[in-house]
Structures are given as structure tokens and as C-alpha cells.
């Protein structure tokens, strides 16, 4: 007799699965998280979904109880959905996952951390943080005695503590979130939090179908939706490919812009002709990271596409964890990320201030990378370097010249610059008729 088709998978929420334990109930408790998330806080119990783990669950019995978990319910949702497809019956999703089920005590926890903002900076944090508190409860206290009548009545008593304690927690917790330095961490922000805690660590995948490959990304701007706004904003964005995953039930037909910086500095745009939903082919790799990052639809994409998460795939650069680019150049010979000092990013290249070091990781497609420098109308010198690598280089007036910069064994996806120019110009002392008085150094383009 054959095997009767899987049945779906229970969804629970993470009360559900403490009532579980609490009854003694057998089941395995997965968690499909990375090590690096792992360290931060697991739910006792459970074990890591590595590859060991994943060989010996193939073996199990399909009758068993598996529970899965991650982060946000959504990775563990797609390994239990995998498990059923191999045959496995009685599987379960906690849909809340690690981070929501501390969700009713935001903004007082910070989910990024799962930890009491009270906790977050040592002791010295703790205590300037319960002072919000202190002071709270003494000016409720205060006001409580003030207004108190020689005769109180119950119900205005009842009515009047309440309030004033609605009052104190507003004020304690707005002092404490204030002193803690932090912004209100949502979902999406929380998870782009806990990817840049966690760059340059190794964080060995498991490869259970497409979907749980790296981190799955929603909006993370904290803005309200506008009619015509970006579907997708983000800061502070760690190193990574991002690909785009389309959250609709529709085949999707249109024009998305990828904006770095600022939502009308686009660096790539996608079309899409009749693409289906889920992942999509759109994706854009960020060695240094990003500032912020923005994904608006056209008016034919809007229509089909409500809705996209990015797919985050960390990579393996430490140079580029302490790095955010702030804008980005985009050439035909490849792409260069500002990621500090005083530059001026412009269609094809930058121009960096006059005594700034201008800080840039650049990406080609072939090796090795070459410079176009053009200096201004003054004599300058200009320092190049890129990690040991250094040259200076006189200019003459109006002087242009290729620098060809060796590569690095150490990099493999990007090349760290830096470029001082020690002298400049103002365009408006060459030309009468412009307006422009920046202290311009040197040109720096990608060739």
C-alpha cells in the first residue's frame, strides 16, 4: 500500500511550543538560524540544522515530530516545507520565531539583540537609562499627591492611577529607548542588524532549496508607503549580494530602479517580461555595503508587484565590514563605491576635495584595475595607495594620466583605494561664467 501524500505544515506560535515542553511532549526542536545568529540567543533545547544534522534527520522516521525555527518563522517555514516534500508527516513551524515572540515588548527590547535595552551598553548604559525611570516614577508620584482630593471617590482614584501610570510608562520608556542610542528596531532593519554583527564570521550554509540560502529581507525604511515611493528602502546595509524576491501572485512586467544613497542615484535597473513570482534574476553585489538602498517600480511593475524583499548572501571580505558606500559611479569598466572623505560622485566618476583623502572600493571585471586621473588647473601632487601599495604622482597643470594599481592576493571581489590630492582649484577662478567655488582636486574614473 503506498504512502499517503504529506500533510501540511502546522504553523504554532512560540507560547504553543512552550506549552509543548511544558507538557512533555517528544518532538526535535531545529533551528535552521546560522551560527552567528545562533550566538546571539537560542531556545534551549534545539539544535543547529548544519549538515550533520540535516543527514541525520533524512534517516529519521517520517512519523516523527520535527519542529522548526529560525529567526522570523519564515527560513524554517521553507526547511519544514522541504522535509514534507521528502515524505516527513508531522512537521511543525513556530511561526513567530525567535525575534517576534519578544515582539509585544518592543520598543523596551531590541530584537536585533533579543536583550532588555536596559542591558545593551554595561552598566554605566543600565543605570543612565533607569534614571529615565526614576525621574518617571517621581513625577508620577508627584503629580499623584497633587492631585489627589481629600475624598476620592473610587473611580476617579481607579481613573486617576491609571493614567498616571500610563503617563509614568510612556515617559520611562521613551527616556530609556532615548538613552540607549539606538532607533526602534523593526523586522527588516533588525535583520540587516544582525547581518552586519555578523560580517567577516564563517557562516557555513546549508543547501535546502533556494529559499533558505541567505537571509530574506522585507522593507526596512520605517516609512509610510507611498502611492509612488520606493517598494523597498534600507541603511546601513552590510557587504553582500542582494537579489530581488518578488512578494506577488502575479507574473511580474516592468522597470525596477536600484538606488544607492539617495532613491534617484540609480546604480542598475531590472526588467522584467512576464518574471515569475519568488526569486527573481535582479541582483546587485555590494562589497562595501551600502548607506541605504532603495527599490522603486515602474508604473507597469507596480501594477503586478506589491511588494519585494531583498535575499541577502553575506561575502567573504572582511576589508568591507567597516565600510558603507555612500554613493556609487557606474562605468563600463566596472563600479566604484564611495565609502569616505570628501568626494563629489558625479555620472562617471568623482572628484575628491582638495587635502581629503577620498575613499573608494572599486569592482571590474578583469584585472588589473586601471585609473584615469585628471588634475585640475594647478600643479598637484596625488597619493594612491591600496593596502601596501603606494604610489605619488606629480601633476602639471590640466594633466591627465592612466595608474594601473596591482592587484591584491588577499582580494578577490574588490579593490580598497585611497586618494589624497594635496592641492586644487575653484572652477570659478578657470571660468568667469561659473558659479562653482569647491576647492577641487583630482578626477578619479574607472577605466
Not at 481613573?159 to 532615548?178: F, S
Not at 541567505?214 to 537579489?243: K, N, Q, S
Request: charged share 20%; glycine share 10%; aromatic share 6%.
Amino acid at each position: 500500500m503506498g504512502r499517503l501524500a504529506p500533510v501540511d505544515v502546522r504553523e504554532i506560535s512560540a507560547l504553543e511550543l512552550k506549552a509543548m515542553r511544558d507538557r512533555g511532549e517528544a518532538f526535535d526542536l531545529v533551528d535552521v538560524r546560522s551560527p552567528a545568529e545562533r550566538a546571539i540567543g537560542v531556545i534551549p533545547g534545539s539544535r543547529i540544522l548544519d549538515q550533520e544534522t540535516y543527514e541525520e534527520l533524512l534517516q529519521a522516521d517520517p512519523d516523527a515530530r520535527i519542529v522548526f525555527t529560525c529567526h522570523f518563522g519564515e527560513r524554517s517555514r521553507a526547511a519544514a516545507e522541504h522535509f514534507r516534500q521528502r515524505g516527513f508527516t508531522n512537521l511543525y513551524n513556530v511561526r513567530d520565531g525567535y525575534a517576534l515572540s519578544l515582539d509585544w515588548l518592543a520598543p523596551a527590547v531590541n530584537l536585533a539583540h533579543a536583550l532588555p535595552s536596559l542591558f545593551q551598553t554595561g552598566v554605566a548604559g543600565a543605570w543612565g537609562r533607569a534614571s529615565g525611570w526614576i525621574v518617571a516614577l517621581i513625577a508620577a508620584w508627584w503629580l499623584l499627591r497633587a492631585v489627589e482630593p481629600r475624598s476620592p471617590t473610587p473611580g476617579r482614584w481607579t481613573l486617576g492611577v491609571g493614567l498616571i501610570g500610563c503617563l509614568a510608562l510612556l515617559i520611562g520608556t521613551t527616556c530609556g529607548w532615548a538613552a540607549s542610542g539606538r532607533n526602534s528596531i523593526e523586522r527588516g532593519a533588525s535583520l540587516l542588524r544582525l547581518a552586519a554583527d555578523a560580517c567577516g564570521a564563517s557562516v557555513p550554509r546549508v543547501p535546502i532549496g533556494k529559499s533558505i540560502v541567505g537571509l530574506i529581507v522585507p522593507d526596512a525604511a520605517r516609512r509610510v508607503a507611498t502611492a509612488h515611493g520606493p517598494l523597498w528602502g534600507g541603511r546601513d546595509l552590510p557587504p553582500g549580494r542582494y537579489t530581488v524576491k518578488l512578494r506577488t501572485g502575479l507574473n511580474a512586467t516592468g522597470t525596477l530602479s536600484v538606488a544607492l544613497g539617495r532613491p534617484d542615484s540609480v546604480i542598475r535597473t531590472c526588467e522584467f517580461a512576464d518574471e515569475q513570482p519568488g526569486r527573481s534574476h535582479c541582483s546587485v553585489e555590494l562589497p562595501a555595503g551600502a548607506t541605504s538602498l532603495w527599490l522603486t517600480p515602474d508604473a507597469a511593475l507596480r501594477r503586478t508587484v506589491p511588494a519585494v524583499d531583498l535575499l541577502l548572501e553575506p561575502i567573504a571580505w572582511p576589508d568591507g565590514c567597516d565600510r558603507r558606500a555612500g554613493r556609487a559611479v557606474v562605468s563600463p569598466a566596472g563600479m566604484l563605491f564611495v565609502t569616505g572623505g570628501d568626494v563629489y560622485a558625479e555620472a562617471t566618476g568623482a572628484w575628491v576635495i582638495a587635502g581629503s583623502t577620498g575613499e573608494f572600493v572599486a569592482t571590474t571585471p578583469g584585472e588589473p584595475l586601471r585609473l584615469y586621473l585628471r588634475n585640475g588647473s594647478s600643479p598637484n601632487e596625488v597619493s594612491v595607495s591600496s593596502g601596501a601599495w603606494h604610489d605619488l604622482l606629480a601633476f602639471a597643470p590640466n594633466q591627465s594620466r592612466e595608474v594601473a594599481v596591482p592587484s591584491r592576493s588577499d582580494v578577490s571581489l574588490a579593490t580598497p583605494l585611497a586618494i589624497r590630492p594635496s592641492a586644487g582649484f575653484r572652477p570659478a577662478d578657470a571660468d568667469s561664467a561659473s558659479r562653482d567655488v569647491r576647492v577641487l582636486g583630482v578626477w578619479v574614473e574607472l577605466r
